[in-house]
């Protein structure tokens, strides 16, 4: 069985198994559990009748030991065209494409190609949605589809490979490359990519600039600390604008406006909905609110645990670093360290696992708003995972050590009931550590970074070199080889070899990716006064991440589905969040550090509660200020995205108006012009109005036909003009007595 | 001549004259001054020219004594229905209708008639529009129309007697009075009406709830305080949501996309759009930002003239009332009351006048722009005006009476320069005033409520009343009559007569009313802790000023031209900024009175700065989250207005679907049905394989023709299925064989 890890080796005829998929759409990966294999069966037979129902060709394979793999590929060209046509049509009626697709599908297709990522797009729609809106209903792990283990579509290796090897000689993506991943992954991935490279291009100035403040300003500068809260606002309001631009140029802008129906979403009632008439599945959005609510016990909870957890390990660590003074004293610093190693991975992943059945008790009718409702869980969750200890550091231990510490002679009761002694443990005389701080961060923005790095890489490698191995074993220690009927054709072996070992990867979830990089820039808002080289850690960090995110998609993991997406979604407003919240800690830890007198126990003294309390309200609406002004700024440039939208919209206008209205919207009332016009007297007027009185005009007639045509109303004006002046000299006349009486 | 204000008298020869508007659209006031006839005559024949050409009828009367009055009125019906027609075009083409107009003009019309404001508007833009866009480019008080004074459209009177009358007997406009008024008077009048009516609605709650708080809790509550903040938040984010709903019912949502260009607006240079290819007049941003940052001295100019004057006032008040002792003090107690209400509004209209300079030099290009900049500086003016007093007293004189007042001796110094016996004047011992706040308050939101009603009724009427004598006068002074050949014709002498009362009157600034309501919220957010209540004074006052402001219309002023609007535009900001404000003076007043242990000289003893800091802090971080929430909630609702436009849209997409794409949607690839399919067996594959190899099939062809139709991969995987039991049970055996060994 081929390895990934090893694809691009020079392998000749590992190369021609990665060059073609075989026309494949999608591989289903079919579980056939040996306990359940007639109940298997009949729902295989409804699957591949499913399928071949929507239009789809289908070819079975065996997988692994118990499952098989089922290859689609749709078959009729006519039904993808119509399908790509349908929901460009669609775009284009939610306004997220400017201008209608050609009304001629094929001049149509040859003016905007199909780029692969819809192609699969539109195909996993159509193996998914339900019948009713034709297609194949299939949902993976649900109801009558729970064997089916999971839907997805092949590596393009040959581009993958390229991409990879382009990738690692060159500095930064253009924007070429971010449409060659949104052609092949989607724009869901394309925006990750393009948000790590806005960010770590911005990252050059922080990098720069906290060098040369580390080097003329030390730690906890204000000046540092203004610098880089402007800066959080700049490239926040920065990649705000750069995300509408990237939407437009890849005609993805409103794109979330078409909602992807959660197929787990439980409805209460189908109504009719009052302003469509369809058949809407409705869920009580109170009903919801109250679940929502549970996210307050949950965060609650989240605080208690992890947060008991950090602050016993902190007390722990405190004691033994800077109390205890006994035996294996430096075997016994690693306690706390190894406590919170263990503990709180473990946590984390079963809180996670909380705060996804939490989102899915909330019942969310799509996919956009359940992401988003986890996301929000689990920013609270990486929160105070990722900035308690610094916080508890900055503004409990340093401050407030002096008081606390006493409390932490319970270790030394609890400890010495342990000792048959029962003497009292040796302890030194307590100081505050004041470098604790300078190292924790430390150790979050560069220690804590490579070792995540080398977790991500790392990890999954050995997870499947030994998950291979037992495989293998497992095979070779089975008395004989399973019995297999249809054994891979010479012609497809390395193929089949190649989609099994993709089938048995990880899918691939964006979200962790942002995770990482929402959580590094916080640590930037927060706390990087405190040691101003953060910045040049990250940069660092950041190129190596980019490519190694790459290579997770690329080797690691299946093929994402290429969903569309027309921003960085929540995330968004966790990076907004963290802006703000920055302006508050910076300020903070530059009144508390900055005047370094600290007294003899190392906390700093003559802190005054209103001055920090100034310091931070001042601070905070300064930053607020700012940024409104920013954004008033930005608003003024003149972005490319948005210009394209505007010369498109331009255009439609104006084929549209010309098509329906002609040339003829100046035509002038005729006959209304100045020549012509009988020559008026006063005589003819009053003949006029004798006329119109026999006549029984109307007033309004009579009122409009005194003067006829433009010449004769210009005759009229000129002698109430030249009467004006008559007037205005009898008045001169009687202004002049006037004065000369007075 | 007749006059307005009798309008409504029940002499039946006046009500003749006010039932008709004799079919004019527009009538243009026209200037003949004495000494430039010549060039007035001129300019008249190209107006007339210029209104013929773009297809109006005319008449000419004369005005008043030195000026004409030119009746206008579109002359073609075809011309009007093709610029009603067009303009709804565009407004499809902006999204702000959502269906387009039927091709069928007629019956499109008969579907949607046009409204009398519809109507005024287009005439008023083809009157006004550049002649390139197919107008007539009259532009009033510019260039070559230096003469044109105004340009106007005559009042409905049977429609505003009919509204003054049932208005008088109703409380609260529904939704079919405001349709009513935007039908007359456009939307920009109706969104004011409608945030009005909604204002007063809302005000009921703060009415009874102050009420009931003013009874039970007395003032500087802190329950009134969090109640009223959270009413200001409710109101504020009912009136975003409505706002928006009201635009849609009534098909302006996102007219404010469509930019009235400013005629007053100086380009710098033209140049071709490198987007639209269209030529556009471009004015450097960066150079209109420079001049916007004259905003900032003009600010401070501000608060330094309006502050110091109040600054002044305030102390010598103080001085007069809480020091002084001498002879004549119950009047000289007024001297700070008066020099206030005879310079602040001086002041305010010098510094208004400064405010719409500094906006003309910022050159925007459209009005909206115009507006809203303009719109902001008053805004500062009137914060300054409005609730500077007050915070001096809150926030400087109570709690720092005893430290300032020592410097009010200045007074006494220079006092004593004035008395010729030159000694010290009779003082008392000071104290503070500890009603002087609760004072202020009410003074600014009852009494001067009821003075600024006062003013808006009854100086216009009597401005009007003796700039009518003096003219009377006039004319009876002068020796003789003015020569008129053209004396009004018998039929049209009221009309006339009425048309020349018409122009007379000011125009509508819609502004103005906005301001008022604003600067009332301000006090509500901001100090009606202090006297509970507040909302009561409001709501009253409100009830009369609705009812005023639309006698102001109908009757005070001419009638205005009927605008769109999409929103009451910059006062929203305006409302968010005093909602935002009244959470941190609301918490800093409770906490400095709450507690009413005051010392001896009524300061607030035992304010310490970081617990008021702390309490402002939480009050204003809880304003933002209860914020945030409120929205979320709101946002959930649905709304008729949205769901109007949903329903709409849905009918759109719902026909064009059709339309294009027919029903063969679901034509399925046939032939890929389930039934059919050869029997297969082992050796017929195989020998398919031979012949594809023999046929030198691609390898992709040759993997789709393995299994051909559903039903063989059925076929198949019912075999592979079968293998995997066992192969399962292979393994099981071997798994059992080692769980032996063990």
């Avoid at 049509?89 to 599908?105: C, E, M, N, T, V």
């Avoid at 040959?158 to 924007?175: G, H, M, Q, R, V």
């Avoid at 409702?373 to 200890?389: D, E, H, R």
């Avoid at 026999?694 to 004006?717: D, P």
Wanted: proline share 4%; aromatic share 12%.
């Amino acid at each position: 069985m081929a390895h990934l890890g090893d694809i691009y080796s020079r392998d000749p005829k590992q190369d021609k198994a990665l060059s073609s998929n075989f026309g494949v759409d999608y591989v289903i990966s079919y579980k056939v559990p040996a306990k359940e294999k007639a109940e298997a069966e009949a729902a295989f037979v409804q699957l591949i009748q499913a399928l071949a129902d929507t239009g789809f060709a289908t070819e079975v394979r065996h997988g692994d030991n118990d499952s098989l793999l089922i290859f689609t590929k749709i078959a009729s060209e006519k039904l993808l065209i119509n399908q790509i046509y349908r929901y460009r049509l669609q775009d284009w009626l939610y306004g997220i494409r400017i201008s209608a697709p050609d009304k001629d599908q094929a001049k149509h297709l040859q003016e905007e190609p199909v780029t692969e990522a819809e192609r699969l797009r539109l195909t996993y729609l159509l193996i998914t949605k339900p019948k009713n809106e034709g297609g194949a209903g299939i949902t993976a792990k649900q109801g009558t589809w729970k064997y089916v283990e999971t839907i997805f579509p092949l590596h393009d290796h040959t581009f993958n490979k390229n991409w990879i090897k382009e990738w690692s000689t060159k500095y930064s993506l253009d924007d070429n490359d971010l449409i060659q991943i949104r052609d092949r992954f989607g724009e869901k991935v394309a925006f990750y990519f393009a948000f790590l490279q806005s960010y770590s291009t911005f990252l050059v100035f922080p990098a720069a600039f906290g060098f040369a403040a580390w080097l003329l300003l030390g730690q906890f500068s204000w000046f540092y600390a203004i610098v880089n809260s402007l800066w959080t606002v700049a490239f926040f309001e920065y990649w705000k604008v750069k995300e509408v631009d990237l939407a437009i140029q890849w005609g993805v802008r409103g794109a979330s406006k078409i909602q992807l129906p959660r197929p787990q979403f439980q409805y209460e009632r189908e109504a009719q909905d009052p302003v469509t008439g369809e058949l809407v599945k409705v869920y009580s959005p109170w009903k919801r609110l109250q679940r929502q609510l549970l996210q307050v016990p949950f965060a609650l909870a989240c605080v208690a645990v992890l947060g008991s957890l950090i602050c016993s390990c902190f007390a722990i660590e405190i004691f033994i670093s800077e109390i205890y003074n006994g035996p294996f004293k430096q075997y016994l610093t690693f306690i706390p360290t190894v406590i919170l190693t263990a503990l709180i991975p473990t946590l984390s992943t079963f809180l996670t696992g909380f705060a996804e059945k939490l989102t899915v008790l909330e019942n969310y009718e799509t996919q956009d708003s359940h992401q988003a409702a986890f996301v929000q869980k689990i920013f609270i969750l990486n929160f105070i995972t990722s900035y308690l200890g610094i916080f508890l550091t900055a503004f409990v231990y340093v401050p407030f050590a002096r008081v606390l510490v006493p409390y932490l002679s319970v270790f030394q009761t609890t400890a010495q009931r342990f000792t048959a002694s029962g003497k009292p443990l040796p302890t030194k005389q307590f100081e505050v550590d004041a470098n604790r701080l300078t190292n924790q961060v430390i150790y979050f923005t560069v220690t804590a970074q490579i070792v995540n790095l080398v977790l991500e890489v790392v990890v999954p490698f050995v997870k499947r070199k030994v998950f291979k191995t037992v495989k293998e074993v497992q095979t070779e220690m089975s008395s004989k080889k399973p019995v297999t009927r249809y054994q891979d054709s010479e012609d497809e072996k390395e193929f089949l070899a190649r989609v099994r070992t993709e089938a048995s990867l990880d899918e691939y979830d964006v979200t962790i990716d942002y995770r990482e990089m929402v959580v590094q820039f916080g640590y930037l808002s927060l706390f990087s006064v405190v040691w101003p080289l953060t910045g040049c850690s990250f940069l660092v960090n950041n190129w190596i991440e980019a490519r190694s995110d790459a290579l997770k998609i690329a080797i690691g993991n299946r093929r994402p589905i290429p969903w569309r997406a027309d921003s960085i979604g929540p995330w968004l407003s966790s990076l907004a969040f963290l802006s703000w919240l920055g302006s508050i800690t910076s300020s903070a830890l530059v009144y508390l550090f900055h005047n370094s007198k600290r007294g003899p126990d190392g906390s700093p003294s003559s802190v005054r509660g209103w001055v920090l309390l100034l310091t931070i309200i001042f601070a905070e609406h300064l930053y607020l200020v700012v940024q409104i002004l920013v954004r008033y700024m930005v608003a003024k440039l003149d972005r490319p995205g948005l210009q394209k939208e505007r010369a498109e919209r331009f255009a439609m206008r104006k084929n549209l108006l010309e098509e329906s209205l002609g040339q003829d919207l100046t035509e002038q009332a005729s006959g209304l012009g100045v020549t012509g016009g009988e020559k008026i007297t006063r005589e003819a007027l009053e003949e006029e109005q004798r006329r119109a009185s026999i006549h029984g005009q109307s007033h309004e007639e009579a009122f409009w036909q005194r003067q006829r045509g433009a010449a004769e109303t210009i005759q009229i004006g000129r002698l109430l003009i030249s009467e004006v002046g008559q007037v205005a000299s009898n008045q001169t006349t009687i202004q002049a007595k006037q004065s000369m009486k007075a």
